[in-house]
């Protein structure tokens, strides 16, 4: 395998890749398929952010962002059904318990951990010591821009973690369950070892709780673009989408069993700041996952850092030298 040079890089020369949108397939079917699946993703991004720019303070809560979030999941759960992107990533009920014990342990275990040593009490102990005046003027801009800058900074910081985690061998240790899925569907962003899935979530976002409405804001474009990395559903992406935003065929690639590949496409929500940094690589891949798509168990995910660490510490500590007998 040959593979595609993408700057000074070589692409798919370990595993398949398809580098470059002309070479993606489009999706099949009559006109009214087409004008669907081309333009759901911005059309749902602008009713959400219309929904949270213009809903009254009783409704614009967290638990109503939570509850829109699942509801939106389960949509692009059946659109999974109606237009996969790939057969081979189809949902068995196999895999759909298995994701469904990971997103339960999101919403249980970690967020009780999270309200102990997450990232919110680390910036409520901060926030103490802040001089707030002196960000007034960001209070003063414009509500679409507050949230624009929020969801920015927060991403940014998301692609530092993420590709940290790709570049530094502790942190990849957290991150490696998470690269032995196989498929992409709707939950597969909660799968991974619960250390991961802490340190991923860590952010900024608690700095901006004196901004309700603009967080809210900032979250939608999260959930509305966000959601797209790991999903199985065939889109016609607009091309100013793809250069903007991260898509499922994005990290479709960051999944692939190429390695050169999987270090690409960092960033959760604004792909522009891949390119801005030279670790982008537009197309797909289909063919997903570690040691020629070996699915990890569960046991297997949740211990992973540990044992894994364990054998390689065992490797570099001197072994006493064997004493002769007498």
Not at 97 to 112: H, S, W
Not at 302 to 313: A, D, I, K, S
């Amino acid at each position: 395998m040959s593979g595609v040079r993408v700057g000074k890089r070589i692409i798919g020369a370990q595993a398949p890749v398809t580098v470059g949108w002309e070479n993606v397939p489009r999706v099949e079917g009559g006109p009214v398929k087409q004008f669907v699946f081309t333009w759901f993703q911005p059309t749902v991004l602008c009713a959400l952010i219309a929904f949270w720019y213009y809903a009254p303070n009783s409704i614009a809560t967290a638990s109503t962002a939570i509850g829109i979030g699942i509801g939106f999941k389960v949509l692009l759960l059946g659109l999974e059904w109606v237009n996969p992107r790939h057969k081979s990533w189809q949902l068995t009920w196999k895999e759909l318990v298995t994701d469904l014990f990971y997103v339960g342990l999101g919403y249980t275990l970690l967020r009780i951990v999270d309200s102990f040593i997450g990232d919110g009490v680390m910036i409520e102990a901060a926030q103490s010591a802040f001089a707030w005046d002196k960000i007034a003027w960001f209070m003063g801009l414009p509500l679409l821009i507050q949230a624009f800058l929020i969801s920015f900074i927060f991403d940014f910081g998301q692609y530092w973690m993420h590709r940290g985690m790709h570049n530094w061998y502790p942190l990849w240790l957290t991150h490696a369950p998470h690269h032995y899925i196989t498929q992409l569907n709707i939950n597969k962003g909660a799968v991974g070892n619960p250390v991961e899935l802490f340190l991923i979530g860590l952010g900024i976002g608690g700095f901006f709780d004196f901004m309700p409405r603009a967080a809210l804001l900032a979250g939608t474009l999260g959930l509305a673009v966000g959601t797209y990395q790991h999903i199985n559903v065939r889109f016609n992406t607009p091309r100013w989408w793809r250069f903007v935003f991260n898509t499922t065929e994005h990290h479709s690639v960051h999944h692939s069993q190429d390695f050169e590949a999987s270090r690409s496409n960092y960033s959760g929500t604004w792909i522009i700041i891949d390119r801005l940094f030279g670790t982008c690589v537009d197309g797909e891949a289909e063919r997903l996952g570690m040691e020629g798509g070996r699915p990890m168990s569960i046991r297997e995910t949740m211990t992973f850092p540990f044992t894994e660490g364990w054998n390689r510490l065992k490797e570099r500590l001197p072994r006493p030298a064997a004493v002769p007998a007498e």
